[in-house]
């Protein structure tokens, strides 16, 4: 914190490694730095640490996933930045941050620059039965098997598609539990993919073999890979019993006469991820819409500057691309800022960003040879009938969300009538969902939809920690009716 200005200069939103990364640049760079994150601890995602009462004797029998995380985590906190971990950041307005730490009053915190990098989210997917305990996302069952050791199940099916939906099969299998199979809505890579994935290797052969690896990982452990399924429902009573999948067209549409029945107690949801928008969207960022990046993202200039002055965005929510990239982006940011507030001259920031601007070209090659493989087919929207419930935290089903869109093509208008969004994850798991119905309604693509209006604060928060202390009226509860 600056004594003098009683303010940080770079209040940084995110723990994983687009936020650890900038924190540590910009540490380098003088700057004073907060960090802030809603988890117990920094790692973000891929990084996530064994939860409390975990000792870790030997960093490296957890993998390298688990030595790279350990090695940002370090210098970040030999940084110098001031970490402030379960906190969660609920909103932001013109330099000042709301900041909520469990158990302690909503404060609010001022900065000279802001960078978010909130990451991303896992992507829901709707079909009967989704909502059935024993069904859930990739995220969750890694978060299970990396912070608790908890195997998600006996019998584990993956679905999903993209790169990651070869990962975690193949990691989920390497912790012991049981996939019975893995289920790929994509088609296999065809010699050509081959070829543009091989064109793009320059500074990406880390990646490349990490897919031939898990390839290798689900043949040894016998985990069949089946190209062309998703799965179209989930069956039980109490909780999930067995899962129906069926083969998917290019556009990843159902083809009739093709459904297979498997019995499983768990499945896993791999479908790809959605950037957290929410603070950018509150801020009053520009947004673009890219299917290939997870949807809305954040228009960004040379020095991750989103449109709001003093405000910067780096990483998966500024559009999924993996956490290498999320780390230069970070450091970019950083660069990004210290120039913004004098604290580095123009050309030396250039110097700096040349060799992160070459790496992030090279990441970005491959992947839009990725994206053209694992595009997500418009049949993931098809899956649900009338009366699957579409919002679970105000249990809506379609068939309201249609009737709703049959009069408006305005979600705002449908949220209101149905109350799908208002719930506790504020329309994180059922926005994109009512999106496309109401874009089918209407004849609309999906990008032509606007998101709802983003309400603050993006996080739950109890009502103590934002009631005022001050206004307090003894009588109130005791009272009398
Ligand atoms: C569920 C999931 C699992 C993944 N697993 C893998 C994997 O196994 N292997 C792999 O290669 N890639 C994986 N990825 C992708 C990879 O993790 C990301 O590309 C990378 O972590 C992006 O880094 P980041 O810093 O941008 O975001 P993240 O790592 O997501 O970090 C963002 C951080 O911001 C914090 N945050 C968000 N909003 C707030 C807020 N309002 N207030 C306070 N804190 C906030 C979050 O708690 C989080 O710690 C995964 C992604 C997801 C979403």
Redesign the pocket.
């Known amino acids: 914190m600056d004594g003098a200005t009683g303010r940080y200069d770079l209040l940084v939103?995110?723990?994983?490694?687009?936020?650890m990364a900038a924190a540590t640049t910009a540490r380098e760079l003088g700057l004073h730095v907060a960090l802030?994150?809603?988890?117990p601890s920094l790692?973000?995602?891929?990084?996530k640490q064994p939860g409390e009462g975990f000792v870790v004797r030997d960093h490296a029998a957890l993998g390298r996933?688990h030595v790279a995380g350990r090695v940002l985590i370090d210098a970040t906190q030999r940084s110098g930045a001031h970490v402030l971990l379960r906190?969660?950041?609920l909103t932001l307005r013109d330099g000042d941050v709301v900041l909520h730490t469990e158990g302690e009053p909503v404060r609010t915190v001022r900065a000279g620059r802001v960078l978010l990098?909130?990451?991303?989210?896992?992507r829901p997917v709707v079909f009967p039965g989704w909502d059935l305990p024993g069904v859930l996302?990739?995220?969750g069952a890694?978060t299970l098997v990396k912070t608790q050791r908890v195997a998600p199940g006996e019998r584990v099916l993956f679905a999903g598609s993209g790169p990651?939906a070869l990962?975690?099969p193949a990691?989920l299998h390497g912790y012991g539990v049981n996939v019975v199979a893995a289920l790929e809505a994509g088609p296999p890579p065809a010699p050509r993919d081959a070829l543009r994935l091989l064109g793009a290797a320059r500074g990406n052969r880390q990646l490349l073999l990490d897919g031939l690896r898990y390839r290798a990982a689900l043949l040894r452990g016998r985990v069949p890979l089946r190209y062309r399924r998703i799965v179209v429902r989930a069956e039980g009573g109490d909780r999930l019993a067995a899962v129906v999948h069926a083969a998917v067209d290019s556009g990843w549409r159902v083809l009739p006469g093709t459904e297979e029945r498997i019995e499983v107690d768990t499945l896993c949801l791999g479908y790809g991820?959605f950037p957290?928008v929410?603070?950018m969207r509150v801020a009053g960022c520009a947004l673009r819409y890219d299917e290939d990046l997870g949807g809305p993202v954040v228009e960004l200039d040379e020095w991750m500057r989103t449109s709001v002055p003093g405000v910067l965005a780096?990483?998966?929510?500024t559009g999924?691309?993996?956490?290498l990239v999320?780390v230069d982006e970070?450091r970019l940011a950083a660069i990004g800022a210290a120039l913004d507030l004098g604290r580095l001259p123009l050309p030396a920031a250039r110097e700096r960003a040349r060799p992160l601007r070459a790496r992030l070209d090279r990441k970005r090659v491959f992947r839009e040879a990725l994206g053209r493989l694992y595009r997500v087919g418009p049949g993931v929207y098809d899956l649900a009938t009338a009366d699957t419930v579409v919002c679970r935290c105000e249990e809506v089903t379609c068939a309201a969300v249609d009737r709703a869109a049959e009069t408006t093509a305005d979600v705002n208008v449908v949220k209101g009538y149905t109350r799908a969004g208002m719930g506790l994850c504020q329309g994180r798991s059922c926005q994109r969902q009512v999106a496309a119905r109401v874009a089918r309604r209407h004849g609309l693509r999906l990008a032509e939809v606007p998101t709802g209006t983003p309400r603050s604060p993006?996080?739950p928060v109890p009502a103590s920690a934002v009631a005022d202390e001050q206004l307090q009226d003894g009588g109130f509860f005791t009272r009398d009716a």
């Open positions: 939103v995110g723990g994983g490694p687009a936020g802030v994150d809603e988890r790692g973000g995602q891929i990084y996933d906190t969660s950041v990098a909130p990451g991303a989210h896992d996302t990739a995220g890694q990651l990962a975690f990691q991820f957290s929410e603070l780096a990483g998966d929510g999924v691309a993996g956490a999320a970070g993006v996080r």
